[in-house]
């Protein structure tokens, strides 16, 4: 018996211990007494969290009973923080993907809510939510889209001489110029590899156009191991072997804005990222936009692809999970961070664009991107957001070791082949 009274007490420390941890924990939607929590999460910092939090706001007042915890998470961590999150069914309600097939794979286990019925999906970009549609149902709502662009310092190119380039020959004439002046060509923060994954999509596509990525990706013919591919990497290592980039640019992290630094204090002139920069130099270095201009990926000789064919991601797409208590107000949430007025603001004072239909920026330099977008003859997702999670990676992986010249590009084409069939035939 005393045995038994003794475990009955510990039982009760540690069923106090635990909901202890969890009112303290971001993972679990809760209510208390008459007060409802529901949880959110996102990666944006800046204008983009101000933006997201006054949509909260605006639900709250909509629902006094209601309490969102909003909790930020740096990018860098953020995937596998959600993925294990949601593998152990403690994820927010609410919560940013891209989509893709990253936001495909929870779909599929039962882990996201299908909001098809339950939201107005016509005031949506269609090729924008069509990256977070599977077999017609959707689950997400894609309040950002962005594309990328190679940005540069103006007053850096003024001093030289020199032209935005159209080809990448003429982009690695700049490049020398620039070195013989002892400034960086080309910034990179490329240890958790998408940034690199840019370059290796751009020259893919300028090379074999972007029905190469589709042929290799519904297995209709061309495949991850296609000339095109290897050609691309070659590419990439023409720049690592003519110095182009910053030292050991495949060490340093994006997040933390050391890549960033370097374009703000002129060392270097210029980087290819996504228009997300832009609300990075607003938030970090606002002087800095003075001297901010940007140009198109450059061609390649030979290459099927044109300057209209751009890379871009659908971000954030906001989402629900399956095990919400309070999957009504979860939807109106998510309404109300993709709605029209947090859609305008967000394009506003970001400078970023949208996945609403409608929603013209007013900012001059943001007018400038929203017509590149407009007038692209096809926007590219990101490989690593549109493959199987194993596969994109992989991706992920070769090219980061194409960029520290670690393997070949044939190498790197075999490998994600190789997966290819294990995973998508």
């Known amino acids: 018996m005393k045995k038994w009274g003794a475990f009955v007490l510990i039982s009760i420390s540690l069923f106090l211990s635990a909901c202890a941890d969890s009112s ?13 929590v529901l949880d959110f999460w996102y990666i944006d910092p800046g204008e983009k969290e101000e933006v997201y939090l006054e949509a909260v706001k605006r639900f709250e007042e909509k629902h006094p009973n209601v309490e969102v915890n909003a909790l930020r998470t740096p990018n860098d961590n953020y995937k596998q923080k959600l993925s294990i999150a949601i593998s152990g069914d403690e994820a927010p309600d609410v919560f940013h993907s891209w989509g893709g097939g990253w936001l495909k ?14 939201v107005d ?8 939510l069509d990256n977070s549609t599977y077999d017609e149902k959707v689950y997400g709502l894609p309040l950002g889209l962005t594309i990328d662009v190679v940005f ?38 490329n240890q958790t590899k998408w940034t690199g994954a840019y370059y290796f999509m751009n020259f893919a596509r300028r090379i074999a156009g ?22 691309a990497g070659e590419y990439i290592q023409k720049l690592v072997e003519a110095d182009a980039f910053n030292p050991g ?16 204090s002129g060392q270097a002139a210029m980087m290819d990222i996504t228009i997300s920069f832009l609300n990075n130099v607003r938030t970090e270095a606002p002087e800095f936009e003075e001297k901010l201009d940007f140009f198109l990926f450059p061609t390649v000789e030979g290459g099927e692809g044109d300057i209209s064919q751009v890379g871009g991601s659908a971000s954030p797409v906001w ?10 107000l979860a939807i109106e949430l998510v309404n109300e961070l993709a709605s029209v007025e947090t859609a305008q603001a967000y394009t506003d004072r970001t400078g970023s664009l949208t996945g609403l239909t409608g929603i013209e920026p007013q900012d001059e330099f943001t007018k400038r991107l929203y017509e590149v977008a407009e007038n692209a003859s096809h926007i590219q997702m990101p490989y690593d957001q549109t493959l199987p999670p194993e596969l994109g990676e992989l991706h992920k992986d070769t090219t980061q070791a194409i960029f520290g010249l670690e393997i070949t590009p044939e190498e790197a084409a075999e490998q994600m082949e190789n997966k290819a069939k294990e995973l998508l035939e």
């Open 24 to 36: 303290s924990s971001s993972s679990d939607s809760e209510s208390t007494g008459d007060k409802i």
């Open 105 to 118: 794979n929870f779909a599929e286990e039962g882990k996201v809510l299908d909001l098809t019925d339950k």
């Open 121 to 128: 999906t016509s005031r949506f970009n269609e090729l924008v």
């Open 152 to 189: 540069y310092n103006k007053e850096i190119f003024d001093e030289y001489g020199l032209k935005t380039p159209e080809t990448f020959e003429e982009w690695m004439e700049i490049n020398e110029t620039l070195k013989e002046n002892d400034i960086i060509p080309i910034t990179l923060a």
């Open 210 to 231: 972007p029905e190469l990525f589709d042929s290799a990706f519904n297995r209709e013919g061309r495949g991850f191991d296609d000339p095109a591919y290897v050609e």
């Open 249 to 264: 640019f495949n060490g340093i992290p994006y997040d933390e804005g050391q890549g960033r630094q370097l374009m703000y």
């Open 319 to 328: 989402s629900v999970t399956n095990n919400t208590e309070h999957p009504d």
